[in-house]
C-alpha cells in the first residue's frame, strides 16, 4: 500500500523537506580542496539538530552518520571519514532529516575547485535526468514513466543508469511504498496519486551501469572505476505539477 499524504501531512512534510534542502546546500557549499567529508558531515549533523529534526540516516539500519558523502567512483553511501578533498574531485552528498513525524530526502553532486569537462557533463546530466523523469510524476502516469524517462535521457547522452538501487517513497518512514528505478519500460507498476511523496533520485555512472559494494557494507563504488553522479529530491504528486518539496526557499 502507497501511502497518501493529507494536507497537515504534507505541511510538515514540507518543513522536514526544507530543513533537508538547507542541509543539502550547506554541505554543498562547503565542498572545496582540503576540507575533509568527516568536517561536512558534521556541519550537516549540528544543522538540522539545530532546526529541531533529526539526521534521518544517522543509526539507520547501523549506517554511522548523518550524510552519506561519495567521492568520485563511489555512487552512493560513501562514509564520511579524514579524507580530504582534492581539486578535481566530484563529490556526491545525500541527506535527510526527520521533523513532525516526516523524513525529507535529497542529494546532489558538486564540483571540488575545477573539474574535468567529462566530469562536469556527468553531473549536468545526473541532474537534467532528474527533471526529465518528473515530467511524469504527475496524478495518472505509472512509476516506472518516470525511470524509463531518467534511461532514456542518460543513456542518449552516453552515460548509465544504476540497476541495483533505486528511489522509493518516503514520509513517515525514510523508505516506504513504491519502489522508483531509475529504468524500464513506461507504463508498469503503481498509478501516481494525488498525495504521495517520492524520491527520485537517478545515480549514473560515466561507464556501464554495475556497482559494488565495498566490505564495510555501505561504500558503493563503480565496478568499472568510472565516475559517478547522484540528484534526488523528494517529490509530491499533485493534481497538477509536480510539487519538489526538498528545496530551501521558505525555511
Ligand atoms: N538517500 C539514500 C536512500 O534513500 C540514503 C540512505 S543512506 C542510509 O536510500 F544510511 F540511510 F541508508
Ligand atoms: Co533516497
Redesign the pocket.
Known amino acids: 500500500m502507497i501511502p497518501i499524504k493529507n494536507e497537515r501531512e504534507i505541511s510538515m512534510m514540507r518543513r522536514a523537506c526544507k530543513i533537508t534542502a538547507a542541509a543539502r546546500a550547506l554541505a554543498g557549499d562547503m565542498v572545496r580542496p582540503g576540507v575533509t567529508t568527516k568536517e561536512i558531515d558534521k556541519a550537516v549533523h549540528d544543522f538540522i539538530v539545530s532546526q529541531g529534526a533529526t539526521p534521518?540516516?544517522l543509526n539507520?539500519?547501523g549506517?554511522p552518520a548523518s550524510a552519506?558523502i561519495s567521492v568520485n567512483q563511489t555512487v552512493?553511501?560513501g562514509i564520511p571519514d579524514n579524507r580530504v578533498l582534492q581539486e578535481g574531485d566530484i563529490v556526491s552528498i545525500?541527506v535527510?532529516a526527520y521533523w513532525g513525524g516526516f523524513h525529507g530526502?535529497c542529494?546532489a553532486t558538486f564540483a571540488c575547485g575545477e573539474i574535468s569537462p567529462e566530469a562536469k557533463k556527468l553531473i549536468d546530466v545526473t541532474k537534467q535526468s532528474f527533471f526529465e523523469g518528473i515530467k511524469f510524476a504527475r496524478q495518472g502516469c505509472r512509476v516506472s514513466d518516470i525511470g524509463s524517462a531518467v534511461q532514456a535521457y542518460v543513456e542518449s547522452n552516453g552515460f548509465s543508469v544504476v540497476r541495483d538501487?533505486i528511489g522509493?517513497g518516503?514520509g513517515a518512514n525514510?523508505?516506504e511504498s513504491p519502489e522508483v528505478p531509475n529504468y524500464g519500460r513506461p507504463g508498469r507498476g503503481p498509478r501516481l496519486i494525488k498525495g504521495m511523496t517520492l524520491?527520485i533520485?537517478p545515480m549514473v555512472n560515466a561507464g556501464s551501469h554495475g556497482v559494488r559494494v565495498l566490505s564495510d557494507g555501505?561504500t558503493t563504488v563503480t565496478a568499472d572505476g568510472s565516475l559517478s553522479a547522484h540528484y534526488?529530491n523528494t517529490v509530491l504528486i499533485t493534481d497538477g505539477e509536480p510539487e519538489i518539496l526538498t528545496v530551501t526557499e521558505g525555511l
Do not use: K, N, P
Open positions: 534521518s540516516f539507520y539500519s549506517y552519506c552512493i553511501h545525500d535527510g530526502d542529494a538501487f522509493h518516503v525514510l523508505h524520491a533520485e555501505w534526488e
